[in-house]
């Protein structure tokens, strides 16, 4: 596998993870579902909640909603978290309101993008989560390097640990894109 490729496998298992783990401390084990289960109104939908455990009346467009009391996806719902503060409930929307918008670029509910060279995104919910692309401890400078620098260099994404040398010339030529032999 190519190293953007595994980088970006990467990353979207990390975004999986960190959901898993923020769904599994909202969830009760074991289940404690209300008996019976609700009745609805007519038209709306009976669903397993977020824990995939009890049954819940679906969210329905314009009411409030969380991860653990999903909006009707029959209908083409989801619940958009971008104009909630983090922990906060998000409102039930149609797909075709879901989009996210970085740098002028739309992009649709559910797609993963690269906006930089050095962060993988994805757009869940009108929101826009990130993860670093690049390693955040990379090869450390040699003890003996008095004053190491962490520049990007030039055809380069992300920053490395380059030493100076007593005329200033292995940064300036980093920078400026000179060969150093």
Known sequence: MDRPLCHWVTAVAALLCAATQVLSQLCDRPCLCPSPAPQCPAGVSLV???????????????????????????????????????????????????????????????????????????????????????????????????????VRLPGKCCKEWVCENLENTVIQDAITGKHMF
């Open 48 to 150: 397993l909640d977020g824990c995939w455990c009890c049954q819940v009346c679906a969210r329905q467009r314009g009411e409030s909603c969380t991860e653990v009391f999903p909006c009707d996806g029959q209908r083409g719902l989801r619940c958009d978290f971008s104009a909630s503060f983090p922990g906060d409930p998000g409102e039930c929307v149609g797909l075709e309101d879901l989009s996210c918008e970085v740098d002028g670029v739309t992009y649709q509910e559910g797609q993963s993008f690269q906006p930089s060279c050095d962060s993988y995104c994805h757009c869940r919910g009108g929101g826009v989560t990130c993860v670093p692309a690049c390693p955040l401890t990379g090869r450390l400078p040699s003890p003996d390097c008095p004053e190491p620098q962490h």
